[in-house]
């Protein structure tokens, strides 16, 4: 190579040390997969040792099954990591420089991979700063809202302060008239005390009330009334009754504000509420990724050039730097997973710490409405026991009006006043108590509908963050499902390749143990055979013996002789058959070795497909510096459209900030119309707050002027009536008393005065009435005035809506206009982008064209040597061709028509050596029939040969039995015979006492002689039966010693026959198992075998296409 390749090392002038260094720089480019999935194994395996030594720190103590098991897993790990070492070193030795061009595509891939990632780091940029924007809009609302909450609090504190006063001040004004009505009612008890010294006027009224009986009984019952101590009574529980309406009105006063105050308090919650919530849902859409925008932004802006280099851009470098590159990318990939399982986690325990503060949260709502409700109960209880009080005041007003009817209208007329104004007092101010509980419950109710809109959207708020949470979460999820799955391939293609291995050591081995088996089976049967040999031995020798003592089983014994030699018959067959299979194992050995032969012809063939690539390989060089020209020429262009984009970014850039001071503006043009909009509005809102309690204050006094007015005109009505009466019975009375006059003067002209009183009173209620009427006629101006404004400021207001959809308007048509150029840049981006892709993929196609075509000739060319180096070793193994001498030997490179009549002429002696060998297959299969036949005649025999041994067996077990009985008998003999001693000795010991009685006694001398005969005679049987037992019993003794000896010996017999048939039956399963797996991987074999002949015959015939398409093109003339 005459220029150096800069991706590749410095040059080729530093000897054989760079170009291996090379090849694993190489290695490293081209097969980082490998690396990558061999890494990710042992990274799982670290974890699982960690894991394992976790669990072993956690326990103090590990059992032998434990220990076992980890020794196990160490082994496995061993082996899989000698597995490694051996892949990556074939890979290491198969590795060419054909590789160079996967290199390449990696280097464009990833600059095409900078470039996206680039333009996604800038649309995170802008959309970081969009955020913020929106952040800052977000505070400044808030702060706008907070302070009008503040001042909707500071409002309504006010007014319920004011209530407060008037409230108090309603109260003092009650005590006050509470005072003079009971210095009033003192005056009225003087002076009825004065007018009962007076008997005249008992008379006249007397009189009078026999003329009027039902007048006269009410004013007599008013009067006792009004006397007695009950009075008293009545008028301290109404004081008592009308201090208990005090402390409740200000009992509901305090819950009133408490209730404002708590609702404030919830308002407040709610609004941190969700201020977190959004905070928390922004945080959680752009953490994430603003977290690697910012460690990649800080990254770019230390040292651009660096982060380029050492971005994903790291494949160039990673020819000159090895595989040292790969693994960092896998580490960091693998650290990322990990970052992104850590995010997993803290947004999942977020997600809990959100749903505990919500569920916590509706349990102080749910708590909140309790307290709302009892409340509420709380103001219906009010509301009854202030209706109560109004009935009792109406029922105390009915009896005082009955009291003034029933007469003395002249003593009472200023105490009835004073009353009725305190009733029309007391009763308007229930009237403005039960108005200002009606606004009361009005504000409840509209605080609950704020509550409850609150809560819907506080819930939809919830829901959305939580689908927004889930989506994030399923795309994190899948992003590591991805990333699995890439690891999942590469540990599969690990897992392929050690399968292979393992199956291909898994066949040598075996083979190995085959052979052993075998080995071990022969010994083990010579073994048997010696250990038969010397059974029978010890048998004859036992039976010779017994045969001595015993006639009975010396037919028995001579069927076992025979028994023994058909096993040795049966031995001799066993052993045939093992010579039979050692035949057939060593077949299949044979068949083996070719197969391994087969292999190291293949790895030959891929030597000379390494010497083909490396003739390739200097070609392949001269193409590769065309390729680095014209990726300089490439490089330049992209130089210049690097450019231009940069170029077209920074007037996108100009734009966006000319749009973003657009927003900014209208922003606050906005911002100021809701600021102008909310004074207006609240102005708006006091005025028209002011004006109709104004209203409400000025109906409620016409109201009660109407009242008082229509409530004189009854009284004057009552009063004419009245004097009309006393005229006429003033005139009855001058005609009956005379005397009387004076004092009945007296009294009209009072009532005259208070006639004048009551017609001057009437006066001036009506130019009272006349100054409301001129009131409320100015109130009606007032307001109208009022709706004008309102008008006015409502057309204010339209405008300001008009002026801020033009301005949205506006708006939305220089954000379309900005999408619009948006698109059209990321068009232009998109066309450039397929450009660079196109140009890429025309290279990358004409390369792959160039390398096919090779790669076709190279592969029919070593085919073809593969092929008929596979023939010339088949025929060369055969004894009927001889292997033609190398150095006629014709490659394809050389002269192809005469190596295509040297590989025809090759495949036609193949064919005759084929048919041979099928017709010595079947001779050999006839052969194999045969000895199976054989063999299963044998097997027949010897299940005759034990079906009789069965039968002889069961004949001595039945002579036992015989035996055994004929021992019980003679005990019981013996047993009797002892008896029998016993009694003679008896018999004598009665004897010789009476012997000795008679010597004693006087007597006759006959009768001792004649017992000492028979003592003698007893004596001589007793002797003569003991001898007899002795003789019995050391018979009986042999007998037994005998009888057990044989027992014992044919007991262990049995058990060895026994022990030695189950041993045979194990081996015969074992073998006909070990003969079926046999039959099975030999059947593989021969399938294997035929597929690779029909595979053979496929490729021989697309050699010959090939060759007749090849020797047409040579001589089309022809």
Known sequence: MNHPDHSIGDGTTAGPDKTSGDVSRLAGLTFGTDEDSFHSQDFKQKQKQQQQQQQTGGANHLTLREQEKVIDEVKKENFNLKLKIYFLEDRLAKLAPDQVDLALKENVEIKVEFQTVRQELKRYKRLLLEAERAIELAKTERDQLLEQKSLSEERTSSGLQAEMRKARDQLAIKDKSIQSLESEL??????????????????????????????????????????????????????????????????????????????????????????????????????????????????????????LSSGRKSTLTSISTGGVSNQKIIKEFKREIQDLERQLRELENENIELRSQVNAQVKMLSTKNSEKDKLQDQVINLKRKVLDLQDELDQDAREFQKIQQAGHTSLHDQTADEVREELNMYRDKSASAMLTLEKREKEVDELNAELDDRDAIFNDEVQKITRQYNSELDAIKAERDEFQQVLDEREDQIAELSDQLREVINLQEETDKSLRETRSKLKEKDKDYNLVLQDLEAAQTDLKEIGAGNRELAADVNEKEQQINELNAELDELEQEASNRATVHEQVVAKLKQKLNNTKSELTELSIQHESSLSELKFLQDKHEELQLRQAEMEER???????????????????????????????????????????????????????KALSQAESDIASLKGKLEIREEDIEKLENMLKRLENESNQINQSQSHDKFSLELEIERIQRDLLNSTQESQSFKDENESLKNQISKFQATISSLNSEKDELFDKLQGVQRARDSLNEKYEEQTKNLRETQNDLSVTKNRLQSLEDELASDHLQLNKFEHQYKDQISERNTLLLTIYQYIDKLLSSGSTHRRISSAHDVKPFTNFTVFHESIINRLKSLGAMQSGFDTKIKEVEKKLEKQYTALKRQHDSRMRQLDQFETTMKAATDTQRQWRARLTTKQGEVEAARETCNELQKQISSLKTRASIAGTSPGSITEPRQASTKLANLEKKLAATQSQLKSTEEKFNEAKLKVSAVESSWQARLKELQDRNKELEEKVKREKKSAVERKSHLDHQLSDLKDQIVASDHRSKQLEELLISHQQNIHPHE
């Open 186 to 307: 003192q005056r009225l008890k003087d002076r009825l005390e004065r007018f009962s010294s007076k008997d005249n006027l008992s008379k006249i009224v007397s009189s009078h009330a026999s003329r009027n009986h039902t007048r006269h009984s009410l004013s007599n019952q008013s009067v006792d009334e009004w006397s007695n101590q009950e009075q008293m009574m009545e008028i301290k529980n109404l004081r008592n009754e009308l201090t208990e309406e005090r402390q409740l009105k200000e009992d509901l006063l305090g819950d009133n504000q408490d209730l404002r105050h708590r609702l404030i308090e919830t308002k407040n919650a709610l609004q941190d509420t969700q201020d977190e919530i959004q905070r928390i849902s922004r945080v959680e859409e752009h953490g994430y990724r603003s977290h690697q925008i910012s460690r990649a932004q800080s990254r770019f802006e230390e040292d651009p050039d660096d982060y």
């Open 638 to 692: 992209r130089k210049k459209e690097c450019d231009l984009k940069r170029r077209l970014e920074r007037e996108l850039d100009d734009l966006e900030r000319e749009l973003r001071g657009t927003r900014e503006e209208m922003d606050l043009q906005i911002i100021a119309s809701k600021k102008e909009k909310r004074e207006l509005h609240a102005s708006f809102q006091l005025a028209l707050d002011t004006k109709q």
